[in-house]
């Protein structure tokens, strides 16, 4: 399924499989109980079409659903290239290197995660491991390129969105032109029927070969969308707006979508390490509604740590508490009825966990 991957002509070439040195494909990578099986990215490849669907909402929506019930272990993350915690990268002020790690509390499997991308002139790379929780014995290495984590991402932003949107979707905002952007709207798909969308990038130049790269895709799911520029104004017509950048400034504010907005959703995406950030401050002190995927990260690396301390820190709901609880859900967003929402997520460990185990279902059943 190249097609669905050719934004990217290094992904594309690593899923042709490798000549084999006899044997059987694959024969090599399975040498017994005792080893790992080595799932390389070709052969992940024919799954990620299928993985664009309301099972991996699900997935995601029970990785946020056990989270904040407390069912799960996940370890402080490791990021590596970004300040304060280290030095740059010589990939560029971009690069990153990811590392999460965890579990599901009396599961089978616990899971590692490393994630990279945003060096200058290079794709997304990484992999995730899978390993018992009851011999310890690394089970399944997959070599995703960095894929999973894309679509994981942007299917639980997709699924945080339709908890948080309004009902009446006339027109989408997306800020930033990256892969992200390409998978955000794979995945919008599946929760709205609105096909209108406005896109602000750095610059006209990125912002006309996103709309043409869509234009063009072999894929289906990606023409399906009526794709404009951005122009001054435009985002106060939108009902939901979803943030996608690397940005350590903000790249959407209060002005662009006015003083009066509502009603209106805003899901962050980009602040996943210290010093980020994506929004105005006065869009987070202007929302009637704040949540996040993880109360322990939002203030240390996500979008809302440039809230610091002050009563908007104690008003911040946990996405998984409104899937675990009905009656807070109900007041917080049907009776409430918000003017202004926003959503932060700088991703959970445990997100990998569940896209990493059910990835490894789906290439065993077809060993």
């Not at 005792?34 to 070709?42: A, D, G, H, N, T």
């Not at 946020?64 to 993350?77: E, G, L, Q, R, W």
């Not at 006209?204 to 009526?226: A, G, L, N, P, V």
Request: aromatic content about 6%; some cysteine; charged content about 20%.
């Amino acid at each position: 399924m190249p097609s669905l991957i050719a934004y990217d002509a290094a992904l594309v070439g690593k899923s042709i499989p490798a000549q084999s040195k006899g044997g059987v494909p694959g024969e090599s990578r399975l040498r017994g109980d005792s080893c790992p099986r080595i799932v390389e990215f070709s052969e992940l490849v024919p799954f990620l079409e299928e993985l664009v669907s309301p099972e991996l909402l699900q997935n995601q929506s029970s990785a946020y659903s056990a989270y904040s019930a407390k069912k799960v272990s996940v370890m402080p993350i490791q990021t590596l290239g970004q300040p304060p915690h280290g030095a740059r990268l010589l990939g560029g002020e971009n690069a990153q290197i990811c590392v999460k790690t965890g579990y599901m509390n009396e599961g089978d499997a616990y899971v590692i995660k490393v994630a990279s991308g945003g060096a200058e002139g290079y794709g997304n790379s990484g992999f995730m491991m899978i390993g018992s929780q009851k011999s310890l014995q690394i089970q399944t290495m997959l070599f995703d390129e960095g894929i999973l984590t894309e679509m994981r991402t942007a299917a639980a932003t997709c699924l945080a969105s339709s908890i948080l949107m309004p009902e009446n979707i006339t027109k989408i905002g997306i800020v930033g032109g990256g892969v992200q952007a390409i998978w955000q709207l794979r995945f919008l798909r599946l929760v709205t029927e609105c096909r209108q969308v406005v896109v602000k990038t750095t610059s006209k130049e990125t912002c006309e070969k996103f709309i043409e790269m869509m234009k063009s895709s072999e894929m289906e799911m990606d023409r399906e969308w009526i794709i404009h520029p951005y122009s001054e104004g435009e985002f106060r017509n939108c009902q939901l707006i979803h943030t996608l950048t690397p940005s350590r400034s903000p790249v959407l504010k209060l002005e662009e979508i006015g003083s009066d907005i509502g009603p209106c959703h805003i899901s962050c995406v980009g602040a996943d390490s210290p010093g980020k950030q994506e929004l105005d401050i006065e869009i987070l002190e202007k929302a009637d509604l704040l949540v996040c995927d993880s109360l322990v990260q939002t203030f240390e690396r996500g979008e809302f740590q440039q809230l610091k301390s002050g009563p908007k820190c104690n008003q911040v709901v946990e996405i998984g508490q409104l899937l675990n609880d009905d009656a807070l859900r109900t007041k917080l967003v049907d009776e409430n009825k918000p003017r202004l929402t926003v959503f932060d997520t700088s991703g959970v460990a445990i997100q990998d966990v569940m896209i990493a185990t059910l990835c490894q279902k789906l290439v065993e059943a077809t060993a």
